[in-house]
Structures are given as C-alpha cells and as structure tokens.
C-alpha cells in the first residue's frame, strides 16, 4: 500500500472516525475519495469522509455525534435508508446505512466484501481494498469515479 498524503483537515477528521467507530459492532468502512486516500490514491483532496456502517451502528453514531438523519436529497444513482452528515470535526462525516447505488436498471446494496485495516495513529481504520474499490468505482460510472480506476487499480 502507498504511503497516503493526507491533508490535516481530513487527519483530525480521521481522527474523530477512529475514536467513534472503535466501539462498533459490525463491520464499518471508510469509502469514498477519503477511503480512497487511505489506500494512498494521490492528490486527492476529499471535501468530508463518507462511512459505511449497519443501520444499527448508524444509530449509535448519531446519538455520538448528536447528527441528525437527513433527507438526502433525491438522486438516480445513490440512496440509503439512513444517511446523516456529523459536524464534530474540521469535515463533515457522512454516515451511510443501507446505502445503495442504481446500476444496470436496478438498485443493488453496497456492502464491500473486502475490509482492509489501515493503521491510523495508533488505531484503526477500515476501507475497502483499492482493488474493489476500483470495481465500485466502476459501478459507479461517473466521469470523476472513472477517471480514479486506474489509479485505485495501480495501487491493487
């Protein structure tokens, strides 16, 4: 795995994911272009940290963190059946439950089947590999997801 360049803001707020999410019951990822950072893409500069969690560790995250679910606004691609934006560090951090992506006429959960464990200032993250990553990106199919493949693919 590169050697991640991580700019201070998305440091503090990885900070307070490492601390919240430690007492978690089920499996957690970091995804995204924060996840993607960990991994070591480069030159990234992800504007929060997206998380995907269970719904019940969701609501575990919430009452931390005094968020508040939200109604995402309406998308053709991307739903979750909680989604809740913390302001407790310098990003926001956006917690995901039940997150799904509409793909190939249909909507379809997006739970990583890889869990990667990234040492993070003496505790740990998770992400999905780069390898899968990649795939999701894929999946995906937006021009800014696209244009990552090959990087996240280089690093897999």
Not at 42 to 53: A, M, Q
Not at 79 to 101: D, H, T
Request: overall charge negative.
């Amino acid at each position: 795995m590169s050697e991640p360049q991580i700019s201070e803001a998305l440091a503090s707020a990885l900070d307070v994911v490492a601390d919240g999410c430690a007492g978690l019951l089920d499996p957690w990822w970091v995804f995204g272009s924060a996840g993607m950072a960990l991994v070591g893409v480069p030159g990234l500069t992800p504007p929060d940290v997206d998380l995907i969690v269970s719904e019940r560790d969701a609501t575990t995250l919430l009452a931390q963190w005094s968020a508040e679910p939200l109604a995402a606004a309406p998308s053709p691609l991307f739903r979750s059946r909680i989604f809740a934006k913390a302001i407790v560090a310098p990003l926001p951090i956006e917690i995901m439950a039940g997150f799904e992506a509409f793909s190939d006429g249909v909507w379809a959960p997006v739970v990583p089947a890889t869990r990667e464990p990234v040492s993070w200032r003496g505790r740990m993250l998770f992400t999905p590999s780069a390898g899968e990553q990649a795939a999701i990106c894929r999946r995906f199919g937006r021009p800014k997801d696209l244009a990552r493949v090959a990087l996240l693919e280089a690093l897999a």
